[in-house]
């Protein structure tokens, strides 16, 4: 069992940045795929970005070239930096762990979201 606990989230205007985390319980972390997810109300969750145990990354397009997904595995901890911010990234940020490259893990291991708001 593993609990993700993500942090960060706020509000900022368009064109600004933040940076969020998602802190792993336990070492399992270090072996598996970590990912980040979005949701907006009314919408469905949708994936955001996902990267290795060894640092290989991919992103959707909506984001490419604005955010970046890191991770300290030393840390058991996993980071999205997201830059020039636009109202549309408005959403609650969810991590997940046994990221497919776009598609969920199949453990259904969530962290409990955090909120990001962007004003225009």
Known sequence: QVQLVESGGGTVQAGGSLRLSCAASNNIFRVNVMGWFRQAPGKEREYVAAITSTGDTNYADSVKGRFTISRDNGKNTLYLQ???????????????LGT???????GGYWGQGTQVTVSS
């Not at 997201?82 to 997940?96: G, H, I, K, T, W």
């Not at 497919?100 to 199949?106: A, V």
Request: aromatic residues 14%.
């Open 82 to 96: 997201m830059s020039s911010l636009r109202p549309d990234d408005s959403a609650v940020y969810y991590c997940n």
């Open 100 to 106: 497919g490259w776009g598609s969920p893990g199949p």
